[in-house]
């Protein structure tokens, strides 16, 4: 195992990476994940803040202002409803908003992944035996994915905590000078405390998931990588074994060449180099304008076309340039083109007389 997954230098290959996106195994930053969440529930809040604020004043001043020091035991579900109706009225939409946006952060960071493994139960997974290795894997403090999460934890701590303390710092001589002021002035200033303290521990909290982010995606890339002989598995499984493919070739061109050599005893006339090069053509205004190159071949295969003409009393006539032109220039079973259209006109012609002068 260890040498296998030292031999783990490739990058991964597209398809490699869409199966692992099919079983869920994607890159993704849950601390990135939880920041922007973060972020844009402070951003709701602030957009509910005189909702929310309207709200509780007007409980407060309905409550204080309607004391009623007989209350009613037995009827207490009824004296609180208000008050949550209140409450769901403000809270509801903020935590459905909320809801919303975690969604569409979590899609903009994984995409578009729904994968049935993940939601499998494994019965594997909870015999004894798996759920002690994975208890002692979980909190072995030596384990090195253990290591690094705590790592980043006290990290997270640190630097949040470090964040939090100098918007309070900077403002320490405001905080000294609320003795002795009125309240109203007291709470803004303790509010515009708090707005620095968050601003500044969510912009900390963004940054180290950003971080985190590149982190995962490091991880991530180096555990989907593969060996040379996987590359090579899987070349063969989307393009075929080559051996196979070599002989389905050689079958497709032994069927073609088949194909080839049936048409030629209905062909009009074979044209040769004499020795190296042999092109049999056919003409039939019903079929094609022009004639048409029914088979060709060169060397061997074209003393095997000239004995099948023999064989059939196809006409054979030496012609060198004409029997390259068309055999380096027209397909099997393609028109011949307009520039040799003279040139093999007079050789039919030929082929015609002959026909004619031994009937």
Known sequence: MGNDAAERTEEATQRRRQKEREKGNVSKSRDMDSALVMVAGIALLAVFSKLMSETILNMMRETFGHLNPYLDPDNVMGILLP????????????FALLLILSVIIIRM?????FAI???KIKLDNLSPRRMLQNAKRMFNPFEPRTLVEFAKSILKIVVV???G????????????GLVGIDPVTAIHII???????????????????YIDKKYQHYEYEKSIKM?????????KDVEGDPKIKARIKSIQMQMARQRMMSSVPQSDVVVTNPTHYAVA??????IAPAPVVTAKGVDYLAFQIKEIAKENNVPIVENRPVARALYNTVPVDGVIPSDLYVAVSEILAYVYRLKNDNQ
Request: hydrophobic share 50%; with cysteine.
């Open 117 to 119: 493994d993940k939601i």
């Open 227 to 235: 060996t040379k002989q996987e590359i090579k598995d899987e070349q």
């Open 83 to 94: 008050y949550f109706r209140e409450l769901g009225v403000i809270l509801l939409p903020f």
């Open 281 to 286: 053509i056919k003409y039939d205004k019903t």
């Open 191 to 209: 509010l515009s405390i708090l707005i620095n303290m968050i601003i500044n521990m969510c912009l900390a909290m963004l940054i180290l998931g």
């Open 165 to 176: 303390y100098s918007a309070i710092n900077a403002r320490k001589g405001d905080l000294m």
């Open 161 to 163: 905590a470090a964040c």
């Open 109 to 113: 960071d994984v995409g578009h992944v």
